[in-house]
């Protein structure tokens, strides 16, 4: 796969995958050293729970796979208190804890009310309370909202647990090959298959506002792009030109999509008006132009070139402006992902013949290898910034890996069954 032709990697950055269950696995490979200690108390309850994960311990996942925090085993807690008059701060600080989360879960009705509280152990404060409900039925959506409260009181940057994921994997071979488009829970659970296709099914990409996904797909024998409404599975056809039609990636008001295209017979990048179906022409160059991406303004542009001789990645200012290669050091970088913020710019990059995912900072151009495995590829950027998933290759199997943005920690998400590939994070849409 890595050896790649212009004309291959335009194309799809494709896979070759098998995987017969929805759901993923998750498997924690690596913890930070500056986690912060926290402990997440086991909820009491009153009422009659559903059955499956507490809401306490995913909860507790959730801060684990952030990475950033280190929960405390339940088995080592000296008392399990519910509410702040059993919280004896002397205790959680002879066990090295920072913060203590505790809470208490009514069900009542066919709802789960939770009523839990944040405390910072060292200043003996608490600094988040509140109540939320869900149907008993979606007790992970409620876990995963109070991970949400908990991680931003903490860090003061919103939490995305409660987002989505969107994946393509592949099962059988030949003429049993059959693709299937998925999302789900970041981590992995109640998976959802949205579309089926006997042919490839690539590039999924989110609205801004988390309803719809627009992706490639092959199943009328050529690639087309489409869009995906998420709550009526109707389609519509984005681009159905002769000739590629490829990478699509939204504008941040969710009006428009970038796309590659190569009807006029070169591939460039193009921008669709969704509303008057207007198309208009970013690019203009001999060489190969695509996998754009807007920058956190929704004026820039990234893109992937090889004018220069290679895949490398370049930046317009505005429509119409000089591309600016911005990648060097390396013959091959490519899909540009950048931060909401305006701060870095991920992208697959080559290194002593293994790909990475690498950093780039767009103040000072300091570039920062990411991710310690050597075939990774499709980087997509948590809504916060904080975290990064990809796919790469474990034990000769393709997983999708989910890392911490400065590399110090991560956890994988492989198919129970097979591989996975071509992952896509959802935005906060809460």
């Not at 780039?360 to 990411?370: A, M, P, W, Y």
């Amino acid at each position: 796969m890595r050896n790649l032709t212009v004309i291959g990697w335009l194309v799809v950055m494709c896979f070759v995958a098998s995987s017969a269950r929805a759901e993923l696995l998750i498997r924690i490979t690596e913890g930070a050293n500056s986690a912060i200690p926290v402990a997440v108390v086991p909820f009491s309850e009153s009422g009659s729970m559903p059955a499956g994960d507490k809401v306490s311990s995913i909860v507790q996942a959730d801060l684990t796979m952030s990475g950033e925090f280190k929960p405390l085993d339940p088995s080592k807690m000296l008392s399990l208190p519910s509410e702040r008059s059993e919280v004896y701060f002397r205790d959680w600080r002879m066990l090295g804890q920072r913060y203590v989360l505790v809470g208490q879960l009514t069900s009542n009705n066919g709802k789960v009310e939770a009523r839990y509280e944040l405390f910072d152990v060292n200043r003996e404060q608490r600094i988040l309370g509140e109540t939320a409900a869900a149907p008993a039925g979606n007790v992970r959506s409620l876990a995963h909202h109070i991970s949400d409260r908990v991680y931003e009181a903490i860090t003061g940057e919103p939490g995305a647990f409660s987002t989505k994921l969107a994946y393509v994997t592949l099962s059988g071979t030949g003429k049993n090959s059959v693709y299937r488009l998925h999302v789900s829970d970041i981590d992995g659970q109640r998976s959802k298959i949205r579309l089926e296709s006997a042919e490839p099914i690539l590039s999924p990409a989110w609205s801004p506002d988390g309803k719809k996904l627009a992706y490639v797909s092959f199943e009328t024998g050529k690639p087309v792009i489409y869009i995906h409404e998420l709550a009526t599975g109707k389609r519509t056809k984005a681009a159905d030109f002769p000739g590629l039609n490829s990478a699509p990636a939204w504008s941040p008001d969710g009006r428009s999509l970038l796309m590659t295209l190569s009807k006029d017979g070169n591939a460039e990048v193009y921008e669709k008006n969704l509303a008057s179906g207007k198309i208009t022409k970013l690019t203009n160059h001999w060489a190969i132009d695509t996998e754009a991406a807007w920058d956190h303004t929704g004026n820039g542009m990234f893109f992937t070139s090889d004018r220069s001789g290679g895949p490398q990645i370049y930046y317009m200012e505005r429509p119409g402006a000089e591309a600016r290669r911005i990648t060097f050091g390396s013959r091959y970088n490519a899909r540009a992902r950048p931060d909401s913020k305006g701060e870095f710019v991920y992208y697959v990059h080559q290194r002593d013949r293994s790909f990475h995912i690498a950093r780039r900072n767009l103040k000072t151009d300091e570039e920062f290898i990411v991710t310690r495995t050597g075939t990774d590829e499709s980087p997509s950027v948590s809504p916060n910034g904080r975290m990064l998933i990809y796919a790469t290759e474990q034990g000769g199997k393709g997983v999708l890996t989910v890392v911490s943005a400065d590399g110090g920690a991560a956890y994988s998400l492989p198919a129970s069954e097979g591989e996975v590939r071509e992952p896509a994070w959802g935005p906060i849409t809460r």
